[in-house]
């Protein structure tokens, strides 16, 4: 039996897995981030009195956006997975279940769905930390723009890792991503109500 251990060094080593796995996590991070920011502008400009109560919303959604991550790249990445081991068992005329090419695409969903739901939780909890200090540290108010600029700085953390990989400038990249983050709660503040 392989051990989980030299499985996942060999996923980790695939180029193709790794590249797809961080293209979950950092598009399912981005959407999770850009939610946080606008529930906290939307929280803030609607009057709820604590932090406590942006906390519970933000963590509702952050279950929502993981469970919503891990499921449909499950189901994705099984269906694509199955459809290229079917092709694959044509063209050798041979039944490829419990072997390695099975087993490492099994890995490979996993790992994709694991990066996935992790995006979100990252991009949401961040933005939300202020407001564990809403009341000592932070008004509602300062509790809000923190946590704008919270999200702002993972959308260009997000942006500078994927600039670096692809030889762009970081900074640029990051930038872009993190307009982004001030166009949602600038829409948001503008928004009737």
Do not use: C
Request: proline residues 3%.
């Amino acid at each position: 039996m392989v051990s989980i251990q030299r499985l996942l060094r060999r996923l980790l080593a695939n180029e193709d897995v790794v590249s797809i796995s961080r293209r979950y996590f950092v598009s399912n991070g981005f959407d999770g981030t850009l939610t946080a920011i606008g529930i906290v502008v939307g929280a803030v400009l609607s009057g709820i009195p604590d932090g406590a109560t942006v906390i519970k919303i933000g963590l509702g959604a952050a279950v929502g956006l993981g469970t919503s991550a891990v499921w449909s790249v499950w189901e994705i990445e099984r269906a694509e997975t199955r459809a290229q081991i079917l092709q694959l068992e044509r063209a050798m005329l041979t039944d490829l279940d419990d072997t390695r090419i099975q087993r490492e695409q099994h890995g490979a969903r996993f790992l994709h769905a694991i990066m996935s739901g992790l995006g979100p939780l990252i991009g949401i909890l961040i933005p939300l930390t202020p407001f564990l200090f809403e009341g000592s540290v932070f008004t509602m108010t300062e509790a809000g723009v923190v946590a704008v600029g919270l999200g702002v700085g993972v959308l260009g953390a997000f942006g500078a890792y994927m600039g670096s990989i692809s030889g762009q400038r970081w900074y640029v990249a990051a930038a872009r991503m993190g307009v982004a983050g001030l166009v949602v709660a600038g829409i948001n503040v503008a928004l009737p109500g």
